[in-house]
């Protein structure tokens, strides 16, 4: 355990960021699945509807900071190449 004020400032603020890192990595990946359940079973409607929730989702998380820009993109093209193949 850290001696130093600021250390034990720092290692709690870390706590902290990491719950918010992980509920927003939480909740993209549980868009991202709700898209490719819907990709699997071939719903186009419901993998629309789907896909715009998941980008926004992917999208508060590169502007948050979770992820890099980069990846950000990624996400977003794979998800959306993978629904235009079923429409």
């Not at 720092?10 to 918010?20: D, F, G, P, Y």
């Not at 909740?27 to 419901?46: F, G, I, P, R, S």
């Not at 926004?56 to 093209?77: D, L, Q």
Request: glycine share 2%; net charge positive; aromatic share 2%.
């Amino acid at each position: 355990m850290a001696n130093i004020k600021s250390a034990k400032k720092r290692i709690l603020v870390n706590e902290t960021k990491a719950a918010r890192n992980k509920a927003i990595k939480s909740k993209v990946k549980t868009a991202v699945k709700k898209v490719e359940n819907a990709v699997a079973l071939k719903d186009a409607e419901t993998a629309k509807t789907a896909l715009k929730a998941a980008v926004v989702e992917i999208s508060k998380a590169g502007t948050k900071g979770v992820y890099h820009k980069n990846t950000v993109s990624r996400k977003i093209s794979r998800l959306t190449k993978a629904v235009n193949s079923i429409a």
